[in-house]
């Protein structure tokens, strides 16, 4: 199964900023450009939640809670994915994943191991 890769987690106080990236393996380099990708994360001790999703056409929608604050953002020709978060609150303490291969049903065929990011007040 293949596997996106993440990086760009870490801790960071309240009010600071991260972005996070995400690396399609060359195995899905076909369906990576003509999908949408998502970031999800999971708080500790909740469900997993949307975060943000870019169309292949980058039509983006976000979560309530991280508008005005996470940009999510991709480069077809690097195959990767970024989420822009700024303004950080403790609640957005999750453990974030990316994903790939969306075709507009609100699942995806591919998904990272996720990156842990810490905020603390």
């Known amino acids: 199964q293949a596997q996106l890769v993440e990086s760009g987690g870490g801790s960071v106080q309240a009010g600071g900023s991260l972005r996070l990236s995400c690396k399609a393996p060359?195995?899905?380099?076909?369906?990576?450009?003509?999908?949408?990708m998502a970031w999800y994360r999971q708080p500790p001790g909740k469900e997993r939640e949307m975060v943000a999703i870019?169309?292949?056409?980058?039509?983006?929608n976000y979560a309530e809670s991280v508008k005005g604050r996470f940009t999510i953002s991709r480069d077809n020709s690097r195959k990767m994915a970024y989420l822009q978060m700024n303004g950080l609150k403790p609640e957005d303490t999750a453990l974030y994943y990316c994903?790939?291969?969306?075709w507009g049903m609100g699942s995806y065929d591919y998904w990272g191991q996720g990156t842990q990011v810490t905020v603390s007040s």
């Open positions: 870019i169309t292949a056409r980058h039509t983006t």
């Open positions: 994903a790939s291969g969306g």
């Open positions: 060359r195995n899905i380099f076909s369906v990576f450009s003509p999908s949408d």
